[in-house]
């Protein structure tokens, strides 16, 4: 799985969200300047996040958007899959019948269980971190320089 500009932006957003939590709604014009995105996509990718409830917006003069929930109950796994998809290396796997639409045969596949394996790694990654995880790491990077 390659995360696309999609999914990296859409998390730099988040991070920036969580960066500045309790200080209210971060207007997206701001979010894009500090992580150098075209306020345009930027405006795509908070509409996906809102649906799916992992950010409020505010409209207005002091308007903008915040996380919905704690920084530390929100997983880089939830925002990834909300902007790119099912978290699958091959297609094979991205099914609930987990035979996917090349393989007639999943279980003679020698292939499969690595691609399987993969999968679960890449996805204990992802859903094992937090945006406060992330936000943790920046502070102890700030203090170490």
């Known amino acids: ?33 500090r992580q150098m995105v075209s306020e345009h996509y930027l405006e795509q990718l908070m509409a996906a996040l809102r649906k799916a409830g992992l950010v409020k917006s505010k409209r207005g003069a002091l308007g903008g958007y915040e996380l919905a ?30 035979s996917g639409p090349y393989c007639g045969a999943p279980d003679r596949c020698v292939l499969r269980n690595l691609w399987k394996d993969l999968q679960d790694s890449m996805t204990q990654v992802l859903d094992n971190t937090t945006l406060e995880d992330l936000r943790q790491n920046a502070y102890r990077l700030e203090v170490a320089e």
């Open 1 to 33: 799985m390659r995360v696309s500009t999609r999914g990296e932006y859409g998390v730099r957003a988040m991070f920036d969200l969580a960066l500045n939590a309790g200080e209210g709604p971060i207007a997206l014009k701001t979010i894009a300047e």
């Open 69 to 98: 929930d704690s920084p530390a109950n929100v997983s880089i796994g939830e925002i990834i899959r909300v902007l790119e998809g099912p978290i699958t290396p091959v297609d094979c796997l991205d099914t609930q019948t987990a």
